[in-house]
């Protein structure tokens, strides 16, 4: 064994070793039995100079890159706002941090996440259904104005974002750690990058449904209920719902059809065009219908990534 990778393990006589067999035919050599117990810890230094939501985006980043433990120390102490508001949004946008220890200066929090109760597909479909849901909701809102149900959407895309950070947290500590990768349900380290963008898609629809709930909170009463517009917004929710079918079965030609099936939104353009030519619409009933026909390309790009996936997979 090389010297320094023993010390740098902390292995001694007799620790147990375990061999991991590769895609690629190499055999993986891991110190399971140390590096399972062993906690990344990095400082956070947070100057009053920084907002909180600066120094808040600095956490997230660490929380991306893995760290077991992450402490934010203030030199000059924390303002009771401030630490308010650490607690308060680290409870409320990541998954599995909690603060476990605090004094005047630092505030420790430890992630305390066990990736098998919550692997990949599992937190992937979470953010699936509160986007399916949302965006059924956000047309009924548009419809009957119901401004209530809008203020509703725009609170679970929070939801949705914990679980965008979730899987990037994921996907980056798997690529390094194959044990990981295995126990979050990834069999090649290349199938990362895959849910990488994937994620990201997902994660913008859900900021596109939100927009349409607070342009719906905008207008100032319902939308006529043959307005086009609600067409639109069946046709993006069932391209977005075949898009997660096919991402699902990675099936090359339903997912052919899910992309063929999004371009009709054309369609709809060419007749916003015409009518626009007779009436004009207001700015949130535009930005409405933009944010449909994004979701609706986002969704067709899903079903472009199921076919890559499904190739790569066959593979194998």
């Not at 433990?69 to 102490?77: A, E, H, N, P």
Request: glycine share 4%; proline share 2%; charged share 30%.
């Amino acid at each position: 064994m090389p010297i320094k990778w023993v010390r740098d393990c902390g292995l001694d006589a007799g620790d147990a070793l375990t061999l991991i067999p590769q895609s690629d035919c190499t055999l993986l050599l891991s110190a399971d039995s140390k590096i399972e117990n062993k906690k990344h810890e990095s400082v956070i230094e947070i100057t009053q100079e920084d907002s909180p939501e600066d120094n808040f985006r600095i956490l997230v980043s660490h929380y991306l890159a893995g760290y077991d433990l992450i402490r934010l120390v203030s030199s000059k102490g924390f303002h009771a706002h401030d630490r308010k508001f650490f607690k308060d949004v680290t409870r409320q946008r990541l998954i599995g941090i909690e603060v476990i220890e605090e004094s005047r200066n630092e505030i420790l929090l430890q992630s305390l996440m066990n990736y098998q109760e919550l692997p990949l597909e599992k937190a992937l479909q979470n953010m699936l259904r509160l986007i399916s849901s949302m965006l059924e909701d956000v047309m009924l809102a548009l419809k009957n104005h119901d401004l209530e149900l809008a203020r509703d959407i725009v609170n679970r895309d929070n939801e949705v974002d914990r679980f965008y950070l979730l899987t990037v947290r994921q996907l980056k500590v798997a690529v390094e750690d194959p044990k990981l990768a295995e126990r979050i349900g990834i069999e090649r380290p290349r199938q990362c990058l895959g849910y990488r963008l994937v994620t990201k898609i997902i994660e913008r629809i859900g900021d596109h449904v939100e927009k349409i709930a607070r342009q719906t909170i905008l207008m100032d009463s319902e939308v006529p209920e043959r307005d086009e517009v609600f067409a639109m917004g069946a046709l993006a929710q069932r391209v977005f719902k075949d898009s997660l079918k096919a991402l699902e079965d990675k099936d090359i030609g339903y997912s052919n059809k899910v992309v063929n099936l999004a371009r009709k939104f054309e369609d709809y353009t060419i007749m916003r065009n015409e009518q626009e030519a007779q009436r004009c619409r207001s700015e949130q009933m535009a930005s409405i219908i933009h944010s449909l026909q994004r979701i609706s390309e986002y969704s067709a790009d899903i079903a472009e990534m199921s076919i890559n996936m499904g190739v790569e997979r066959r593979r194998g």
